[in-house]
């Protein structure tokens, strides 16, 4: 892995779109190496589907550029429509035809000889789960199996690079499984560069390499998820969620006393320890030559929805000062400004 | 690409209802034709009793083919191109199909030229059905003039309605909501059949008055005026076009005077000298539609396509 040449496929510089007064991407700085399922977070109106567009040529830059694996969507619409499947939140089938019929014309769209479309689709179908299905017309299919049809649409196009936007959207659970294995399957099994925006972040976490977080335009953050969180909580005080049998006052103390322990919480079955350093290992083995069995040691605020919040509400807050800082003046007539 | 449109377009139902709606008036026309040929090919000119049958209309159904085609014309390039581009936005097909590899003009013109292949099939088989038709009975055969004329009517048919195709797609691509392109051009239409006669005529009488005692410069200013205007229209285009070409005994479209008609001979003219006189006609037509469709092709190549 580490030997193998970290290939870019899709490099931004500076990319950003403007509506009229609203930016709604702002000077995106974006690199994806080959072969990883890369996530894009972020709230709605975050700029991700804007910045999906600008990956596909399906709106123009207003400054900046995007490049797809050295092309420029915008000069070589072809070539980078030609190497990019992209699966939208709401895929659009001509609901007047059956789901074989959109994914032949998907097929001839793409100039696939007939041979090759036809065991293409077969396969595709039979990947997703919708061989029964094919010769049934799309307006009577579900959402899930509207968005299966998608994934097959895209095998059959076969493309290096997949772009999904919200592909999990409306979809139950057991779905939402279902096609974040298959999404999976296409990064693992055949080395396919993924890019999924989402706002759902369980989902994300449990398939994406690395993440950037989107808040108004603009990514704040981006890397593995561990990086992440690392980041965040760098110099901070770590959380241990613990649970050990039995629980009794001896334990408690034992986990006082502990080296790096700085306070311990008693929350019904679950004790939590601020500590200031990682002491897992240390700590599992003590309790457990102490003769507790470990029922479960968690380290708090490496899940991305941590991450992700702390990342917001400081955006959030640098936002609030800046507009108080904005505000000030107009304020600085009344009464209260003194206090 | 449009294979498939053309595809879409005689599968649907809409065109079936449209089918059904345009045969239903060509069948009335010609039993109206039938009623009425005796007296009008027993008139004046009795020559070219072939083309009568496109032209001839009844006392009490003031309806001949031409006309029908005149005013449902419009209506099926409005019904075949309005949701175009808006429709395929409205169910998600537009980002999917641009996200294949083809160039997004390969959709519009495919579109277009789907359209215009349809058009032409239908009006065509229109034209030769009632032709036939005809041909059963009444058992005169057509000259060859009379064909080339017919012919020459049909593909104009097929321009004209081109141009409402072109225009539809237009507003297809400019509006986001289905209901207010076909709107749009439903209001256009109307406006073009019926209100605008009013409007130039308001307007001529406007800027140049003309009394019983004006002066007739003063009239044939008038006049003139008012047929420049009037042929702003496509509607006004078309049927002088149609006129000319269906009536071989039109022998100008403009002003006639008195002294020049003083010694002509009364005679029809050739279909090349009726296809001179309607030439600007015909160029005006092919170029309206032309711009109607590079207007919608450049808005939709600089166009956002959101999911």
Redesign the interface.
Known sequence: MAAAPRRIVVETENLTKCYGELIAVDSLNLQVEKGIIFGLLGPNGAGKTTTILMLLGLTEPTAGKALINGYDPTRHPLKVKAMVGYLPDNVGFYQDMTGLANLQYTAALNGLPPKVAETRIVNALEKVGLKEAATRKVSEYSRGMRQRLGIADLLVKDPPLIIMDEPTLGIDPEGVRELLDLIKSLARDDKRTIIISSHLLPQVQAICDQVGIFVKGRMIASGTIDQLGQQLLAGKQLKLELIAEPQDEALYHLCREFDGVIELKKDSQIITLTCAKDIRPLLAQKIVEAGYSLLHLHLRGFSLDDIYQQYFQQEEGAYVQNSAAQAKPSRAGTPLSGQ | ?VK?EVADHL?GKRFLILTFLVVAACLASLYIAATNIRAAATGEDSGFVFLKLFTTAGSNLPFSFTSFISFLGPLIGLIMGFDAISG?RD??????????????DALINGKFIAGVVVLAMVIFGLGFLTGGLGLIVFGVPPTLGELLRILAYLALSVIYISFWLALSLLFSVLFRQTTTSALAGVALWLFFSLFAVFLVGAITDALIPVTDSSNINQIMANARLYQGLSRLSPIALYDEATITLLNPSVRSLGLVMLDQLYGAIRAPLSFGQSLLLIWPHLAGLIAATLICFAAAYIIFM?Q????
């Open positions: 690409m498939k599968s395929e169910r998600g097909t537009l980002s999917h199909v641009l996200s294949q590899p083809i160039y997004r600089r956002e396509i959101r999911a």
